[in-house]
């Protein structure tokens, strides 16, 4: 069992940075992929990135490539999602994810789920 907890949301100005982190709790994060995800108002959720449990395999969805970055530290279990130059259309409620089935880190279908945490970016 994995709890999840988000922080870091908050309201930034376009062109702007936010960090956002992922507390894990479990002896077994380490062995997890986890994700980060988001949800527009009146839009579905989709995928942000994702990162293999070791960090050897990043992904990125293609609108954010080039401007976040996901990175995880297993000792502290805990995941972050560093996000620059952020756009107004990134505004959304950011959720990190662990344990895809399968190991398909682009599925939304992971077992675990945090609340999330809103970012806000105003143009």
């Known amino acids: 069992q994995v709890q999840l907890v988000e922080s870091g949301g908050g309201l930034v100005q376009a062109g702007g940075s936010l960090r956002l982190s992922c507390a894990a709790s479990?002896?077994?994060?380490?062995?997890?992929?986890m994700g980060w995800f988001r949800q527009a108002p009146g839009k579905e959720r989709e995928f942000v990135g994702a990162?293999?449990?070791?960090?050897?395999?990043?992904e990125y969805e293609d609108s954010v490539k080039g401007r976040f970055t996901i990175s995880r530290d297993n000792a502290r279990n805990t995941m972050s999602l560093q996000m620059n130059n952020l756009k107004p259309e990134d505004t959304a409620v950011y959720y990190c994810?662990?344990?895809?089935?399968?190991?398909?880190?682009?599925?939304?279908?992971?077992?675990?789920w945090g609340q999330g945490t809103q970012v806000t970016v105003s143009s």
């Open positions: 994810a662990a344990d895809p089935p399968g190991g398909r880190l682009r599925t939304v279908a992971y077992n675990y």
């Open positions: 479990g002896r077994t994060f380490g062995f997890y992929a």
């Open positions: 990162i293999s449990w070791s960090g050897a395999i990043i």
